[in-house]
């Protein structure tokens, strides 16, 4: 979860939080800061793990209860600058991979088996396990710096496109058997004209909709596509 910049203390010196992330079993807490990362447990708040050298971080989150953490810098960082997204082995601290893209990276998410990179107007998938490239979903909706798209721990997206401002699209990413992928489409048609943001639950089942005038929010059922 992106967040705006908070400050704290931290021995004398400012801290900035960039953004804070659960990992996918809601286990731990993960800050990206202007001094690299800190992990915390969820249910404790105890601090597991911190790291600096990683230089200045707009996003960093935990593969589950695993070493992995999942790392991307911020402009001023020399050593990952935001267009890399930098897998990190948090016990040995050393690099376990990676991806390079042409254009700064402004949020990702980590499924099971998929990673999610946005730039700008994209949307990104690559295989977690080979770093191959998948598919990309381009003209995702923006305004004010609310991105409108929701993804859930099944592999779904929910989005909104600047084809169509009052559509919600929902892409559900298939891994078959032999490993195949393929991509179901769906639609949700909707008779507002301005969608601000989006959640979808985890059960894949329903999906929040937030609208622009009234500061409404509307609830889907994603079968029926019904309120």
Known sequence: ???????????????????????????????????????????????????????????????????????????????????????????????????????????????????????????LLFDMISLSFIKSISNLYYHKNAITYSINSNNTIAYVSNEAINTVRIRQIEIEENKKISVRKDDIETNFSFIQALKMSSNFKYIAVFTFNGNKMHIYDIQTKFL
């Open 1 to 123: 979860m992106q967040t705006k910049p908070v400050h704290s203390q931290c021995h004398g010196i400012p801290l900035i939080i960039n953004s804070i992330n659960l990992s996918i079993d809601n286990s731990l807490l993960t800050l990206a800061t202007n001094k690299g990362y800190q992990i915390f447990s969820f249910s404790t708040h105890k601090q597991l793990s911190s790291f600096s050298k990683v230089g200045s971080l707009s996003f960093a989150n935990t593969f589950f209860k695993s070493q992995l953490i999942f790392l991307i810098g911020t402009e001023t960082n020399k050593l990952l600058p935001p267009s890399h997204f930098l897998i990190w082995d948090d016990c040995k601290r050393v690099k376990k991979g990676g991806l390079k893209l042409k254009s700064p990276i402004t949020n990702a998410f980590i499924s099971q088996r998929i990673i999610f990179l946005f730039t700008k107007e994209t949307l």
